[in-house]
């Protein structure tokens, strides 16, 4: 009867050892399922993201094609480069001179700045800012309370103006307006209202010329000064550059949004109506953030992205390479690992559903975490994401995550760039001819994501070839959404003849 009973103990055990083996071996297969499908989804992106030399290539060339389009004539397609007319037919030279405004509206904050400028050789001599939150009621008030407050704010600014800053004696103050909202604009010192965005919604201001606005919203404040320059934030950036650098000839923003601006020869303008500038030269804002072309690497993520935007079959470029989209991207893939492959358990985290919830610089810091256990991975997907315990094989596949993207955007950033050299004819170096061309970048992205900067600078040397890369220079160009704008009411003062007699 013992004998039975050990005999029956021990088919008893090895029968619950068989069941605990096979349920090992059924988790090891469940485990290696997962992985499987973690690795295809990861595979499977990056060939999609692909963007070799040759599709660059084909990418600047239907950049190119578009300039030439967009300048020709304005097109209703919405799809197009705008390739808008900016009315800055002079930028500052160095020999500007006096004292000059700025005023920089792009958001719920705006700024207002003043320079002295010494003339030639001079430089900036001094400089001042004071940045001024817009309450939020004013944000969807009526035209008239919006500028009035930022009248008001321009005269305690003015009214604080020191001795070291001197206007000649029978002169007005002029100002230079960055106004980062879409604008027709009809002159260098005027342009009606398209839209409102970034939380604005005043009616009344739609449609009307906001110089004229601001104009008159100095007079009632008792601010005498002139809007000398209406202009947008590349374009500023643009005048900032080549004030320092006369090489200087287009402009990029990499920051939330993208766009690019450059110097273009006023005959190769079909659409430029009337006389030609004096100097032969009118600068193009591109709006290049609109640019689409069958050749740019597009995956199910952009698409979906960019049907529950805003404003769907729009910016497609900018969605691709910009700070505004980088790490939802990242989200929505992460988010489909938690789908199919459960990597972060049997259920999905709440917080990973949320649309961009996963901000670019939290990217960027997991895309440069060193660490040998990726801390600063673990800390993001804790913090932000509340995913609790994750294996160094899962950080690593976010680090893999955010560089599939980040690379895919500064290569696409890149030959945008080759696009313009292209259309300016400086991709090439001509028999004997030593060019200098310079390149002003700006914006959080460019400036703070270094694995971004370092490749889209890489790749433009890529595309280039050794030889033309020597002539090209990338170079960052900060604030020029405030400071170009005072040097284009310089450049374009109505005192500039009398300074130059």
Known sequence: MGKVLVGAAVICAAAVCAAAAAVVVHRRMRSAARWARVTAIVKDFEEKCGTSIENLKQVADAMNLEMHNGLASDSGDATKLKMLISYVDNLPTGNEKGLFYALDLGGTNFRVLRVQLGGKGGGIVNQEFAEVSIPSDLMVGTSEALFDYIAAELAKFVDQEGEDFQLPPGRQRELGFTFSFPVMQSSIASGNLIKWTKGFSIDDTVGQDIVAELTRAMERRGVDMRVSALVNDTVGT?????????????????????????????????????????????????????????????????????????????????????????????????????????????????????????????????????????????????????????SLEIREVVVELCNIVATRGARLAAAGIMGILMKLGRDTINDGEKQRTVVALDGGLYEHYTEYRKCLENTLKELLGEEVSQSIVIEHSNDGSGIGAALLAASHSQYLELDES
Request: hydrophobic residues 40%; aromatic residues 6%.
């Open 238 to 390: 643009l005048a900032g550059g080549r004030y320092s650098n006369r090489d200087v000839v287009a402009a990029v923003i990499l920051g939330t949004g993208t766009n690019a601006a450059y110097v273009e020869h006023a005959q190769a303008i079909p659409k430029l109506d009337g006389l030609l500038p004096k100097s032969g030269e009118m600068v193009i804002n591109m709006e290049w953030g609109n640019f689409r072309s069958s050749h740019l690497p597009l995956t199910e993520y952009d698409h979906a992205l960019d049907a529950e935007s805003l404003n769907p079959g729009e910016q497609i470029f900018e969605k691709m390479i910009s700070g505004m989209y980088l790490g939802e991207i990242v989200r929505r893939v992460l988010c489909r690992m938690a789908e199919e492959a459960s990597i972060f358990g049997d259920t999905i985290p709440p917080k990973l559903k949320v649309p961009f919830i996963l901000r670019t610089p939290d990217m960027s810091a997991m895309h440069h975490d060193t660490s040998s256990d990726l801390k600063v991975v673990d800390n993001k997907l804790k913090n932000i994401l509340e995913i609790p315990d994750t």
